[in-house]
């Protein structure tokens, strides 16, 4: 935090690296069913452990005054590959998604009550979501399949 004379200015964050998710062979009586393998950086659409991007990343840059309160956020969730064998163009690489979102809220007093009001955009530049040869066509892990979207809000206080 950095406290200036109009406000307050915070920053943040958090990455995760995932170095390596091995996973073993599956043997049942003797006889090897599934070969083991290494998860990260893969969808593992029809394997645990899910998809596993090698990178996630979020930040924030804020500002805040008593009344008004501004937040900045970046989301990255680096690309995975599709294992399976049957995929061949389509999903076979997801893409990675970054995805930029605005907040603000306003605090101010009407008639001996407490209101707050909230605005924000969700996907400011309207990332597509990583592709993936599944139902929805995208991967939900990786990806937000709303696009940009809008929210308005009122709180109150009594």
Do not use: C
Request: aromatic share 16%; charged share 20%; glycine share 10%.
């Amino acid at each position: 935090d950095y406290d200036a004379s109009f406000g307050t200015i915070s920053a943040g964050g958090n990455a995760s690296w995932t170095l390596e998710y091995k996973v073993d062979d599956f043997i049942l009586n003797g006889v090897t069913l599934t070969e083991g393998y290494d998860a990260v950086g893969f969808g593992n659409y029809f394997r645990d452990p899910n998809t596993l991007p090698e990178w996630r990343a979020n930040g924030y840059l804020n500002f805040a005054t008593d009344a008004l309160n501004l937040r900045y956020t970046v989301t990255f969730i680096d690309s995975v590959t599709d294992e399976r064998p049957e995929v061949t163009d389509f999903g076979k690489e997801s893409g990675t998604f970054v995805q930029h979102d605005f907040f603000a809220t306003y605090n101010f007093e009407v008639a001996s009550s407490e209101l707050q009001l909230q605005a924000g955009v969700k996907n400011i530049f309207d990332e597509d979501p990583g592709e993936a040869l599944l139902p929805v066509s995208y991967n939900p892990f990786i990806g937000n399949g709303l696009g940009r979207n809008y929210q308005v809000g009122l709180r109150a206080r009594f």
